[in-house]
Every structure is written in C-alpha cells, then in structure tokens.
C-alpha cells in the first residue's frame, strides 16, 4: 500500500501544481478554499514549473479541480485503512482498476451506474435498489 500512497501524493502534487500554473494562486484559492488541506501540497510544487505552459481551458480546471479533491479523498481513505472498497456497495475495487485510476473510489459497476444516473439527472433515490 505504500507504493500507492506515494502514487497518490505524486498525483495530487501535479494536480494542484497544473492548477496553480492556469489559475495562479489568487484562483485556487477560490478553488480550494484558504484554509483546503490541499494547499500544503502546493507549497512543495513550485519547482515542478514542467513543460505545461499551455493554456488550460476552464472545463479542464474544473476536471483538475475535481480531481484534486478526489485525489485527497483516496489518500484520506487510506489512512482510515479503507482504500480500495468501494464507497457505493462496499466490495473491493479491481487492484488493476486501481492501478490505473489510484484515485477511484467505486468500482466498475457502480461507476458505471453512476455515470448513468448522472447523465440522465434523473433523481436519486428511486432505484428500484435491493438494500441489505
Ligand atoms: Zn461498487
């Protein structure tokens, strides 16, 4: 788990360092809020001013944003010890989904529900759902 974690850091430090570079630090502080927990992660990003200069549209700022918080989730999560169960139905998340999306926290299935659900905005609740 420990490969993971350092993963995870290594993403959430690049997340909130593209962010920092296309919305500059006035912006992310909207973002993320004064006090987000993120920001003690953009202090160690400065160096990382990398090849990315190119502009960043606003929807990608959003998905970075998105992702940040998603990142900072799944670290969460590990430290509880409950990395890799899926928050909608609680089985474990493929180790090779994971692999590829450290940051995910439902599995396949439910993921896909989601998007689903999502794209039809229809409301929650009533799915015809057998709940233990
Ligand atoms: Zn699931």
Same mark, same amino acid.
């Given at each position: 788990?420990?490969?993971?974690?350092?993963?995870?850091?290594?993403?959430? &430090? /690049? =997340?909130? @360092?593209?962010? %920092?570079?296309?919305? !500059?630090?006035?912006?992310?502080?909207?973002?993320? *809020?004064?006090?987000?927990?993120?920001?003690?992660?953009?202090?160690?990003?400065?160096?990382?001013?990398?090849?990315?200069?190119?502009?960043?549209?606003?929807?990608?700022?959003?998905?970075?944003?998105?992702?940040?918080? &998603? /990142? =900072?989730? @799944?670290?969460? %999560?590990?430290?509880? !010890?409950?990395?890799?169960?899926?928050?909608?139905? *609680?089985?474990?998340?493929?180790?090779?989904?994971?692999?590829?999306?450290?940051?995910?926290?439902?599995?396949v299935?439910?993921?896909?529900?989601?998007?689903?659900?999502?794209r039809?905005?229809?409301?929650?609740?009533?799915?015809a759902?057998?709940?233990?």
């Amino acid at each position: 788990m420990d490969g993971i974690r350092k993963r995870l850091e290594h993403d959430l &430090r /690049l =997340a909130v @360092a593209r962010l %920092r570079q296309s919305a !500059g630090a006035k912006a992310l502080e909207e973002l993320l *809020g004064p006090t987000g927990e993120h920001w003690s992660y953009a202090d160690e990003v400065d160096e990382i001013q990398a090849n990315e200069r190119r502009e960043i549209g606003f929807a990608t700022r959003e998905l970075l944003v998105d992702r940040v918080n &998603r /990142l =900072a989730a @799944a670290l969460e %999560r590990l430290n509880e !010890g409950q990395y890799g169960t899926c928050v909608e139905c *609680g089985e474990e998340i493929a180790p090779a989904r994971l692999r590829v999306l450290p940051e995910v926290e439902t599995c396949v299935r439910c993921q896909d529900r989601l998007e689903r659900m999502g794209r039809q905005l229809q409301p929650v609740e009533a799915d015809a759902g057998d709940d233990e």
